[in-house]
C-alpha cells in the first residue's frame, strides 16, 4: 500500500500513545526505516505488520486497532488535503456511500498504482443499507467499520453498523447493514 497509509498508522499511534509507543511498535514490526513516503508503495505485508505489532504493544485485539485506524483515516485524510474530496462525496453518508467507488477513482489518479477495493450500497425496505465491501486484500473488514463510524462523526450522523456476511468465515463478501438512528 501506500506510504500515505502507513504515515497515518504513525500518526494514530503518535496521537494517542505518543512517539516512544510509536518507535517501539516500528522496532518490533521489523521496520528500519524511520519515515514513511506517502507517495512511495510498500509491500502489503509492512502494513500488516504494523497492526501486528501494535495490537501487541497496546495490548488491543488486531480487529480493534483495523478499526481504530479506519476511524482515524477519515480524520487524517481530511486534514492532509483530501477534505475537498470528502466535500464533493456527498452531504450525507447515503450519498456519500454511492459515490465512494468514484472517489476512490479520483485517488487513482494521484495515487497510479492503487488497488483499491469496490463498494457497493443497497437500500432496503425498512429504511438502512447494505454495503457490499469486495477486495483483493484479506483481514480489512474491521477497517471498513471503522471508517464508517469515522465518516458517521463527519456528518453529524448517529448510525448502527454490523457485519452480515463475513469472507474469513467463507461468504463470498463482506457485507455490512447499516442504519441511520439520527
Ligand atoms: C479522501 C479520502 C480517501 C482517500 C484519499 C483514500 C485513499 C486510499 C488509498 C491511497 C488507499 C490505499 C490503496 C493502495 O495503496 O493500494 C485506500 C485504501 C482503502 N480505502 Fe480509501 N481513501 C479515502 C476514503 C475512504 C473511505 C471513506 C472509505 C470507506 C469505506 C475507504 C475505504 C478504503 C479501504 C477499505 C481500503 C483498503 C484497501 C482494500 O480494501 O483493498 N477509503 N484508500
Same mark, same amino acid.
Do not use: K, W
Given at each position: 500500500m501506500y506510504g500515505l497509509v502507513n504515515k497515518a498508522v504513525e500518526g494514530l499511534v503518535v496521537s494517542q500513545f505518543g +512517539?516512544?509507543?510509536w518507535d517501539r511498535i516500528r522496532k518490533r514490526a521489523g521496520i528500519e526505516d524511520e519515515e514513511?513516503?506517502?507517495?512511495?508503495?510498500?509491500? @502489503?505485508d509492512v502494513t500488516y +505488520?504494523?497492526?501486528?505489532?501494535?495490537?501487541?504493544?497496546?495490548?488491543?485485539?488486531p480487529d480493534k486497532v483495523l478499526e481504530a485506524f479506519?476511524?482515524?483515516w477519515t480524520l487524517y485524510t481530511a486534514q492532509e488535503g483530501y477534505g475537498e474530496m470528502f466535500k464533493a462525496g456527498g452531504n450525507s453518508m447515503r450519498e456519500f456511500?454511492?459515490?465512494?467507488?468514484?472517489?476512490h477513482g479520483r485517488v487513482e489518479l494521484i495515487y497510479p498504482k492503487t488497488?483499491?477495493?469496490?463498494?457497493?450500497?443497497? @437500500?432496503?425496505a425498512d429504511g438502512s443499507w447494505w454495503l457490499h465491501y469486495q477486495s483483493s486484500r484479506q483481514?480489512?473488514?474491521?477497517?471498513?467499520?471503522?471508517?464508517?463510524?469515522?465518516?458517521a462523526k463527519m456528518f453529524g450522523e448517529t448510525i448502527e453498523i454490523a457485519q452480515i456476511a463475513d +469472507?474469513?468465515?467463507?461468504?463470498?463478501?463482506d457485507v455490512f447493514s447499516i442504519r441511520r438512528l439520527a
Open positions: +512517539r516512544p509507543t514513511f513516503i506517502g507517495m512511495e508503495t510498500y509491500p @502489503d +505488520r504494523l497492526v501486528g505489532a501494535a495490537s501487541e504493544v497496546l495490548g488491543l485485539p479506519g476511524e482515524y456511500l454511492g459515490n465512494l467507488n468514484a472517489m488497488i483499491l477495493p469496490h463498494f457497493r450500497c443497497e @437500500d432496503q483481514g480489512l473488514a474491521p477497517m471498513v467499520v471503522g471508517l464508517i463510524r469515522g465518516l +469472507r474469513t468465515q467463507g461468504a463470498p463478501e
